[in-house]
């Protein structure tokens, strides 16, 4: 089983309702030690992933499965270096997403991307 971050707050980190896997918001924490130790939006993209393709395993899933992303970017300029980074998490056929640039984010990171996976075919 691997590791996933703690949420950081009254959260729970993903939730199963019948055949989906509901992702929450994965800021780019490092969950061998619940601090966020990348720098860059690409950095912390991949932390990201890597989080989410954790919580996926977990519930026997792949990215193969999720359905439907939201990415939530401090900066929409990063927008193009973190849809690098997202390429290499997912394949066709891609997610539906969809993408913002929000005001500020959870404990001052770049990005944060939620998840929503399907348990059936």
Same mark, same amino acid.
């Given at each position: 089983?691997k590791? /996933?971050?703690?949420? &950081?707050? =009254?959260?729970?980190a993903f939730?199963?309702a019948? +055949?989906f896997?509901?992702?929450?918001g994965? $800021?780019? /924490? ?5 601090? /966020?130790?990348? *720098?860059? &939006?690409e950095?912390q ?7 989410l393709?954790? $919580?996926?395993e ?6 193969k499965? @999720? /359905? ?7 900066? $929409?300029? +990063?927008f *193009?270096a *973190?849809?690098? $980074? ?6 066709? =056929?891609? =997610? ?5 640039? &929000? +005001?500020?984010?959870?404990k001052? @990171?770049? &990005?944060?991307i ?5 348990f059936?075919?």
């Amino acid at each position: 089983m691997k590791k /996933i971050p703690e949420a &950081v707050g =009254p959260y729970s980190a993903f939730r199963k309702a019948g +055949d989906f896997l509901y992702i929450s918001g994965q $800021i780019a /924490i490092n969950p061998e030690n619940q601090q /966020i130790e990348a *720098v860059t &939006v690409e950095e912390q993209a991949r932390q990201v992933l890597e989080n989410l393709k954790a $919580i996926l395993e977990n519930n026997g899933l792949t990215t193969k499965n @999720v /359905i439907k992303t939201t990415v939530l970017l401090d900066n $929409i300029n +990063d927008f *193009v270096a *973190v849809n690098g $980074i997202y390429a290499e998490y997912f394949t066709e =056929p891609y =997610p539906a997403r969809s993408a913002f640039a &929000v +005001d500020k984010l959870p404990k001052g @990171v770049l &990005v944060e991307i939620e998840a929503i996976a399907y348990f059936g075919e």
